[in-house]
C-alpha cells in the first residue's frame, strides 16, 4: 500500500511570496489533515478535511493560509504572503473515513525556508 | 497552553534495558491516545494507540499505560535496540467516530538514544 505523498520536499522563497503544497493521501482515505511542524515542537493541526469538505479550520490563519481539496483526494495548502515564522515542515496525514479510532499516517513533509 | 506535554527532551539508555517515555495531559475530552516515532527528514511513524477505555496496550517490544486519573501515559519499549533511536511523539484525540474533528494535539516530542 503506497504511503502519504507529499511535494516538493524542500522549498526556500523570500519572505512575501507565495508558495502552495501538494498532498496525495492513502488511497480509500476520506479524511485528510495538514499540520505545521515548527522546528523543535510537535506537529499542529492546521486543518481537517472529511472528504472536500472542511470539518476543523479553528488553527488555520486564514489571513494568509488557505487549503482545499476539491475532488475529495488530493490538497494543496497555499501560503501567500509568507512570513518569517512560517519556516517549518508541513505534514499531511490521512485516515479512513467512518470509524472510530484510526491513527492517523503521514507523508514525510514539505521543509519551507522563508529568506 | 501545552495540552500534551512531554517533559524529557531526550532520554539516554543501554541497548537491551527497558526505555520508559512519559507523557501528561490536561484536557478531558481527550480519549484517543497515539504514539509516534520520527527519524530525521521523515514524517512521524504511527508505534501504537490505546483508547481511553483501556489502561494498557501491547504490540511486541511496546507497551503503552494510561491512567486516565492522573492524565498520564507511558510508552515503554523493551528490551531497547539501536533503531529504536529517534524522537517519540505523544499525541491525543478527542474520541471521533466518523466525520468529526479528530485532529492531533502532539506533545513536543523526547528524543530517545539507545547507547550499545
Known amino acids: 500500500e503506497a504511503g502519504v505523498a507529499q511535494s516538493p520536499r524542500y522549498k526556500i522563497i523570500e519572505k512575501r511570496q507565495s508558495v502552495a503544497f501538494w498532498c496525495n493521501p492513502i488511497?480509500?482515505?476520506?479524511?485528510l489533515y495538514w499540520y505545521q511542524q515548527i522546528l523543535g515542537q510537535g506537529p499542529k493541526l492546521l486543518i481537517q478535511f472529511q472528504n472536500n469538505g472542511v470539518v476543523d479550520d479553528s488553527q488555520l490563519p486564514k489571513d494568509r493560509f488557505s487549503a482545499e481539496r476539491l475532488k475529495g483526494v488530493d490538497s494543496t495548502l497555499k501560503i501567500q504572503p509568507a512570513k518569517l515564522e512560517d519556516s517549518a515542515v508541513y505534514l499531511c496525514?490521512?485516515?479512513?473515513?467512518?470509524?472510530?479510532?484510526?491513527?492517523?499516517?503521514f507523508g514525510d513533509g514539505t521543509r519551507l525556508s522563508i529568506l | 497552553d501545552q495540552q500534551v506535554k512531554q517533559n524529557s527532551p531526550s532520554l539516554s539508555v543501554q541497548e537491551g534495558r527497558i526505555s520508559i517515555l512519559n507523557c501528561d495531559y490536561t484536557n478531558s475530552m481527550f480519549d484517543y491516545f497515539l504514539w509516534y516515532k520520527k527519524y530525521p527528514a521523515e514524517g512521524p511513524t504511527f508505534l501504537i494507540s490505546i483508547s481511553s477505555i483501556k489502561d494498557k496496550n501491547e504490540d511486541g517490544r511496546f507497551t503503552v499505560f494510561l491512567n486516565k486519573s492522573a492524565k498520564h501515559l507511558s510508552l515503554h519499549i523493551v528490551p531497547s535496540q539501536p533503531g529504536d533511536s529517534a524522537v517519540y511523539f505523544c499525541a491525543a484525540s478527542p474520541e471521533s467516530s466518523g466525520g468529526g474533528a479528530d485532529g492531533l494535539t502532539f506533545g513536543k516530542g523526547t528524543h530517545l538514544i539507545i547507547q550499545p
Open positions: 496525514a490521512s485516515s479512513p473515513e467512518g470509524r472510530s479510532n484510526q491513527p492517523q499516517h
Open positions: 488511497s480509500g482515505h476520506a479524511t
